[in-house]
C-alpha cells in the first residue's frame, strides 16, 4: 500500500523510496453497489496520489505495467518491469545443515505450485482439488506447495 509514502518523505525527507506494485488495489476492490462505489472514492484518489509520490515504481510483469498505466494516469511514470528472481543453479556450498531444504529443491517429486493471494478469484481450491484427486499412490510422488 501506498498511503505510507508521505509519512516516509516526511520523517525520512532525503531517503529514496521504491514502491513495488503488484497490482493496483483500486482495481481489486469490490464494487458491487453504489455505496461501496462511493466509498472507494477517496481510497482510489489517496492511492493515485500516494503511489506518485515514490522516488521509483516497479511492477511485477509487463501486463501489471500497462494496468498501472490506465490505473494511474496522472502517473506520469512508465514502471519498471522487476520480474523475481530465481536460483535454478544448486550450489555445491551448501551445508549438511541445509540438506533438508536440497531435499526439497532436489528432489523428483512433481510439485503442483500456487503463489497467489489469498482471496476467492485466485480459486486456490482448484489446486487443493487436483491434489486430493490423485490417487494415493500417485500422491507419493507429488508436492503441493500453496503460498501467499
Known amino acids: 500500500m501506498s498511503a505510507c509514502i508521505p509519512l516516509l518523505r516526511w520523517k525520512l525527507p532525503y531517503t529514496r523510496i521504491l514502491f513495488y506494485c503488484h ?9 458491487q453497489s453504489a455505496i461501496k462505489s462511493l466509498y472507494r472514492i477517496p481510497f482510489d484518489w489517496i492511492e493515485g496520489l500516494t503511489t506518485g509520490l515514490a522516488d521509483t515504481i516497479v511492477v511485477n510483469s509487463k501486463y ?12 506520469d511514470v512508465v514502471p519498471d518491469v522487476v520480474y523475481p528472481c530465481v536460483d535454478t543453479e544448486i550450489s555445491s556450498s551448501f551445508s549438511k545443515e541445509d540438506s533438508d531444504s536440497l531435499q526439497f529443491v532436489d528432489s523428483n517429486r512433481k510439485l503442483i505450485l500456487s503463489i497467489n493471494r489469498f482471496e476467492k478469484k485466485k480459486n486456490i481450491e482448484l489446486a487443493i482439488k487436483a491434489f486430493a484427486g490423485l490417487s494415493k499412490d500417485e500422491r507419493q510422488s507429488v508436492r503441493l506447495v500453496i503460498a501467499g
Not at 497490482?23 to 464494487?31: C, E, Y
Not at 501489471?64 to 502517473?75: D, E, G, Y
Open 64 to 75: 501489471t505495467a500497462s494496468v498501472f498505466k490506465l490505473a494511474f494516469p496522472t502517473i
Open 23 to 31: 497490482f493496483p488495489d483500486k482495481l481489486l476492490a469490490s464494487r
